[in-house]
């Protein structure tokens, strides 16, 4: 079995910072591009960022400047250094990866974690 665990949502002013987190767990042999979508509600899943095993980042250009995506291979661990946090960015946060389990490669998705902003 295969677990993406994300966390480091919450509640946050506009304009201020917030680190997620996807950790992936289980009998994993490889990791290859890990990423992180959002949803808002009512509105489709979109791709905000991905980063590849060794490979360039990528991000969607509504949070190219303010977003950073990395990650630590060790922890097989993935990160979303979110600042200057706007309205339109608060959704329920996916994190991606595409792992192989025993022999095979398949894509798993974590639970999802809610960036908010004032009511």
């Known amino acids: 079995q295969v677990q993406l665990v994300e966390s480091g949502g919450g509640l946050v002013q506009p304009g201020g910072s917030l680190r997620l987190s996807c950790s992936a767990s289980?009998?994993?042999?490889?990791?290859?591009?890990m990423g992180w979508y959002r949803q808002a509600p009512g509105k489709q899943r979109e791709l905000v960022a991905t980063?590849?095993?060794?490979?360039?980042?990528n991000s969607v250009d509504s949070v190219k400047g303010r977003f950073t995506i990395s990650r630590d291979n060790a922890k097989n661990t993935v990160y979303l250094q979110m600042n200057s946090l706007k309205p339109e960015d608060e959704a329920a946060y996916y994190c991606?990866?595409?792992?192989?389990?025993?022999?095979?490669?398949?894509?798993?998705w974590g639970q999802g974690t809610p960036v908010t902003g004032p009511s």
């Open positions: 991606r990866a595409r792992i192989r389990h025993v022999a095979i490669w398949s894509d798993y």
């Open positions: 289980g009998s994993i042999i490889s990791i290859n591009t």
């Open positions: 980063i590849p095993s060794g490979g360039t980042p």
